[in-house]
């Protein structure tokens, strides 16, 4: 299936998400794949990550980038360069450009959707599910106080964005040790409004966070950014 939907975030950040109704072997004869990422994609177990997996790819190839642009770092963070604007600016006569332009990316996929988020200024996404369990295991990760005088499904919703919030700021830190429900801190918000703000406590040092939400189907989509 071609691009789902498109989120423009802010003037910087945009979010793209691919529904995926391809089989397995219909997305991967439709990509191309370092040896890197087809050695990941063997050792998948799971035919849904695989699909998740190859659906990031077919949003890159759609956008004008292939797997060989998108490359990680030794502690498993995505980046992207972007050969499409290293290209315009050589044609442009810009005696400055950088011999690459790496753009901030995050990805996130989650059943029948998959998601990247693509920035010039650092930020982290995650892709959630709308579904009972989130609610059953909130007290794990949050503070349920946030879900008083909420009905239910309101609770679920809730408790997947704060979910996300959480998984949102993991992505950009991306450090060991850090805990959902002891080092990052959800201040109270809105489900109507969309945003909200949080903090993360870790290493004697507090860092806040901007953080915007979307209903996207079945899922919520969230995007937080550190706050300067």
Same mark, same amino acid.
């Given at each position: 299936?071609?691009?789902?939907?498109?989120?423009?975030?802010?003037?910087? !950040?945009?979010?793209?998400?691919? /529904?995926?109704?391809?089989?397995? !072997?219909?997305?991967?004869?439709? *990509?191309?794949?370092?040896?890197?990422?087809? %050695?990941?994609?063997?050792?998948?177990?799971?035919?849904?990550?695989?699909?998740?997996?190859?659906? *990031?790819?077919?949003?890159?190839?759609?956008?004008?980038?292939?797997?060989?642009?998108?490359?990680? #770092?030794?502690?498993?963070?995505?980046?992207?360069? #972007?050969?499409?604007?290293?290209?315009? #600016?050589?044609?442009? @006569?810009?005696? @400055? /450009?950088?011999?690459?332009?790496?753009?901030?990316?995050?990805?996130? @996929?989650?059943?029948?959707?998959?998601?990247?988020?693509?920035?010039?200024?650092?930020?982290?996404?995650?892709?959630?599910?709308?579904?009972?369990?989130?609610?059953?295991?909130?007290?794990?990760?949050?503070?349920?106080? @946030?879900? $008083?005088?909420?009905?239910?499904?309101?609770?679920? $919703?809730?408790?997947?964005?704060?979910?996300?919030?959480?998984?949102?700021? %993991?992505?950009?830190?991306? $450090?060991?040790?850090?805990? %959902?429900? $002891?080092?990052?801190?959800?201040?109270?918000? #809105?489900?109507?409004?969309?945003?909200?703000?949080?903090?993360?406590? %870790?290493?004697?040092?507090?860092?806040?966070?901007?953080?915007?939400?979307?209903?996207?189907?079945?899922?919520?989509?969230?995007?937080?950014?550190?706050?300067?």
């Amino acid at each position: 299936m071609p691009l789902h939907k498109i989120i423009h975030i802010n003037e910087n !950040t945009t979010a793209y998400f691919w /529904h995926i109704t391809e089989d397995v !072997t219909s997305l991967f004869r439709a *990509v191309s794949l370092r040896d890197t990422s087809l %050695f990941r994609l063997e050792g998948m177990k799971s035919e849904e990550h695989q699909k998740g997996f190859l659906a *990031v790819r077919m949003l890159l190839q759609h956008l004008g980038y292939t797997d060989y642009d998108l490359t990680y #770092d030794e502690a498993g963070k995505p980046h992207l360069e #972007d050969k499409r604007q290293k290209a315009k #600016d050589k044609s442009e @006569h810009n005696i @400055h /450009h950088p011999s690459s332009i790496t753009k901030h990316i995050s990805i996130s @996929h989650s059943h029948e959707f998959s998601c990247i988020c693509i920035s010039n200024k650092l930020m982290g996404i995650d892709l959630e599910k709308l579904k009972e369990k989130t609610l059953k295991i909130a007290p794990r990760f949050m503070e349920v106080k @946030h879900l $008083e005088n909420l009905s239910t499904s309101e609770q679920i $919703e809730k408790a997947t964005v704060i979910w996300g919030v959480k998984e949102s700021i %993991f992505k950009i830190k991306n $450090e060991k040790g850090i805990s %959902f429900p $002891e080092h990052i801190f959800e201040a109270e918000f #809105d489900l109507k409004e969309g945003k909200c703000e949080a903090e993360l406590h %870790f290493n004697n040092q507090i860092e806040n966070f901007q953080i915007q939400f979307y209903n996207v189907e079945a899922y919520i989509f969230v995007c937080a950014f550190p706050k300067k």
